[in-house]
Each structure stands twice: as C-alpha cells, then as structure tokens.
C-alpha cells in the first residue's frame, strides 16, 4: 500500500483508480488537512453518493414511465447521448482528454457493446416485470462478480462468501417465483433482469484494466458513446417511438438521461474519492428499497411478500459475500458501483 495521500481534488475523477486502492483511513482530504481533522472523522455517509443511489433506485420506475413513449432501443440511445454530454462537458471544465489512451481503445469498443447489451436487456425485462423485482434482482450483482472474479482467479471466496452465493441466489428464486399481480410475463421480464446481472459482471471486471490505466471518467464516457451508437442505429431499424409523447415521459427520459446516465455517475466517483469505496459503497444497499418505494408510489406497484422475503435474502447474500472476499491479486477498481443501473 502506498503510504502517500491521494489527492481529493482537480483530477478526482480521472486518478480515482489510483485512489481506491489506498487507504482512506490513514490518508486526509484537503480539506482535512485545512481544518486539523482526520479521516477516520468524516461523516458517516456522504450526501453526493446518496444522492446518486437515490436516483439510481428510482431509475427504474422511470424506465417503465419512459418506455411508454420510447422503445427500449430509442430510450437508451437518448438517455445514453444525455450521459455522454454531461461526462464529456465535466472532462472539458476539467481540461482532461476525452478519450482513452490508445492501447485501451479497442476494448472500450468491446465494453460499450457490452453497455449497450445491458442496458438493452434491463429496459426490455422492465416492459414485462416490475420495478420492484427490478430492483432486488440487479442487487444480487455483485454476486457475479465476485463469482466471476473468482473464476477468474482475482479472489477468493472462503465459506462464509459462497454461503452468501447461495443465499443470494436462494432470494432471486424467491423473488422470480411468484408474479406481481398485473405483471403476466414476469416470469421473463425477471430472467432478463437476471441476464442483465451476467452483462455487467462481464462490464465491470473487463473495465478494470483500461480504468486503471485510461481513468474512469474517459473510460466510461467512451463506453457509453459507442453504446449510444448501437442503440441509435438500431432504433433507425425499429421504430423508436412506442406510443404518444407525454410530459411524464420526457421528464422520465430527461431524468435517465442526465441525471442517472451523467450528473449521479460523476458524483458517485467523487463520492468514492472523499470517503472510499467501502463507506460509499454501503450506501448501495438502500438502492432496493428506493427501487420499491418509487415502484409502488409512482406506478402503483404491488409488493409481494415473495418479493420483500427474497430481496431481503439477497442483500444478505450480498453482505456474506463481501465478508468472505479475499484478493488474490490487485484487482484494479471497477468501472461502476454494481447495478449501473438503469444508469
């Protein structure tokens, strides 16, 4: 471990690879330094990634608002488009390239088909399940990746680790058993849900390399312009629009877009910069909840007990697995915090 503080500061997006690595117990922000206090002092969460997790859990409701309007093609062209504006203009006021080195650009083309796939899956699964199963299936992300990390030799999993395999997997049955009422096709729209947990696995431990040498920042922002084109000459293919356009569901759009695609994406990092991976990342274990609220409050979602039961053992899951993770080597940060969302 580098025993040198990172700095917190001008290029906090672009050296964040660097910085999740080190330890936020033992180092202190600028502003530390300037008011005497230490690290181990700040606050207890950080507002910035809140508010990232909070928009992010109500991003699949607005998924389902804007599909209304927007086939699943159209909607993540346009939301993408959106992200790929705010990242490139946060890259532009911070005088850093917008794109990768050139050694890590083909692979960037490779993850932005990855991107593009996700998110593709999880706004096509939101046409036929619910918001709320949504949100308590794409909680059992980093599962896969820690399984995927595994089988990839970067760590390990001790008993208490795959017994949390098990028991997360346990509450996506659970959760996947019994439809909503209204929801005819659940049962598909929550194995694609499902699949889009495989996708950003595979997303977010191929990003780790070209993150650790390109930065987070033009590393994302290039994944998700060529996402954007996919989805855009694809939406030329099929007909974009699904049905009238609504005030609800451009505010939906607009909210996807640059809220949870690009303002939430750049304050989550810089979230992670000032308090580290591991606080800000508890953080992520309200997103559900968010998900549930805004399901049944914007859309008049049921909760099933099945749901409740089985979202539960998934967090849980979640919690035994990050309990049993032992690296075996350096595994540079990911690319995003599990789910991306419907980000």
């Known amino acids: 471990m580098n025993d040198r503080c990172p700095r917190t500061d001008a290029r906090e997006l672009e050296t964040v690879s660097e910085h999740l690595t080190k330890s936020p117990v033992t180092c202190t922000t ?14 207890v969460f950080s507002i ?8 992010w859990g109500a991003s699949f409701a607005a998924t389902r608002v804007a599909l209304h309007t927007l086939d699943p093609f159209g909607l993540v062209a ?6 790929v504006l705010v990242l490139s203009l946060v890259s532009v006021l911070r005088r850093r390239p917008l794109l990768p080195i050139r050694d890590d650009r083909p692979l960037g083309v490779v993850l932005g088909m990855v991107l593009a796939v996700h998110l593709l899956i999880q706004a096509y699964g939101l046409r036929y399940t619910s918001a709320i199963n949504t949100g308590w299936i794409i909680g059992f992300i980093p599962v896969t990746i ?10 390990r999993l001790n008993r208490v680790g795959w017994s949390g ?22 049962h598909f729209g929550d194995l ?18 070209p993150n650790a040498r390109s930065g987070v920042l033009r590393v994302t922002t290039f994944g998700m312009a060529v996402a954007a084109a996919i989805a855009t000459l694809a939406a030329f293919v099929t007909s974009a629009l699904s049905g009238p356009v609504t005030t609800r569901s451009l505010v939906a759009i607009g909210f996807l ?9 750049y304050l989550w990092f810089a979230a992670v910069m000032e308090h580290g991976p591991a606080r800000t990342g508890a ?56 789910n991306c969302g419907s980000r």
Request: glycine content about 12%; proline content about 7%; charged content about 10%.
């Open 78 to 83: 346009v939301r993408l488009w959106m992200g």
């Open 48 to 55: 910035k990634g809140l508010f990232a997790v909070v928009v």
């Open 30 to 43: 600028p502003a530390d330094r300037l008011s005497g206090l230490s690290a181990s002092r700040r606050p």
């Open 257 to 265: 877009g640059v809220i949870c695609s690009g303002a939430a994406y």
């Open 165 to 186: 395999v098990g028991v997360g997997t346990g509450g996506v049955l659970l959760v996947t058993m019994v439809a909503p009422p209204d929801f005819k096709q659940a």
């Open 192 to 209: 694609l849900q499902v699949g889009s947990c495989l996708t950003w696995a595979v997303y977010t431990l191929a990003a780790a390399g």
């Open 283 to 338: 953080l992520l274990y309200i997103e559900p909840f968010v998900a549930l609220a805004t399901g049944a409050a914007l859309l008049g979602e049921h909760v099933t007990p099945n749901a409740l039961a089985g979202g539960l053992l998934v967090l849980l899951g979640v919690w035994l697995v990050s309990r049993g993770e032992a690296s075996v080597t350096p595994v540079p940060p990911v690319a995003a915090p599990t």
């Open 146 to 155: 820690a399984v995927g990390a595994y089988l990839l030799r970067q760590q």
